[in-house]
Antibody, heavy 116, light 107 residues
Framework: EVQLVESGGGLVQPGGSLRLSCAAS????????MHWVRQATGKGLEWVSA???????YYPGSVKGRFTISRENAKNSLYLQMNSLRAGDTAVYYC??????????WGQGTMVTVSS | DIQMTQSPSTLSASVGDRVTITCRAS??????LAWYQQKPGKAPKLLIY???SLESGVPSRFSGSGSGTEFTLTISSLQPDDFATYYC?????????FGPGTKVDIK
């Protein structure tokens, strides 16, 4: 079964750091671009980062310089290192696989809460 | 950045209705547009990619059209399982952006 499973969410204080993980199974992980997307409670979807098969990375301005996406193909794993966290980063974070560039497989999400 | 808008923001409809949702991009995105369905507490589900290509396993009552800056998602005959929020997304260029969503609820 093709599957993505996120982990690593939790409660963190403003200014703190957190590392999210996404475990992939059921497909050739190294052959796909991968993304992180977040959703604040009751709000819409916001694209957070992408990593290509060659390791090229992309970010929106809202997280650039604070978040780092990485992948470890040998472990079929995707990561998101989040530093200098703010209250506005509070959201459910999803990892997603890109096929035909659209996001065809999504994880169940992991909740990140930034609060003192 | 490319801005995406959707209309309407909320749509009240009955089972069997034909439903159309519009998505507009602030600049041309060719056909690099996807549509997703999301139900409360669940991850989004891909319905349509490249503006009009139906994702495998998605019922044929869903269809997409458009190119450039204006796109539509049509549900030909609304079913009980279709009450959800729908998002468009451009992947023409980074940063990828989503529309604000259209909630389809029961009339």
């Amino acid at each position: 079964e093709v599957q993505l499973v996120e982990s690593g969410g939790g409660l963190v204080q403003p200014g703190g750091s957190l590392r999210l993980s996404c475990a992939a199974s059921g497909f050739t992980f190294s052959s796909y671009d991968m993304h992180w997307v977040r959703q604040a409670t009751g709000k819409g979807l916001e694209w957070v980062s992408a990593i290509g098969t060659a390791g090229d990375t992309y970010y929106p301005g809202s997280v650039k310089g604070r978040f780092t996406i990485s992948r470890e193909n040998a472990k079929n794993s995707l990561y998101l290192q989040m530093n200098s966290l703010r209250a506005g980063d509070t959201a459910v974070y999803y990892c997603a696989r890109a096929s035909h560039y659209a996001f065809d497989i999504w994880g169940q999400g992991t909740m990140v809460t930034v609060s003192s | 950045d490319i801005q995406m808008t959707q209309s309407p923001s909320t749509l009240s409809a009955s089972v069997g209705d034909r439903v159309t949702i519009t998505c507009r991009a602030s600049q041309s995105i060719s056909s690099w547009l996807a549509w997703y369905q999301q139900k409360p507490g669940k991850a989004p589900k891909l319905l349509i990619y490249k503006a009009s290509s139906l994702e495998s396993g998605v019922p044929s009552r869903f269809s997409g059209s458009g190119s450039g800056t204006e796109f539509t998602l049509t549900i030909s005959s609304l079913q009980p399982d279709d009450f959800a929020t729908y998002y468009c997304q451009q992947y023409n260029s980074y940063p990828f952006t989503f529309g604000p969503g259209t909630k389809v609820d029961i009339k």
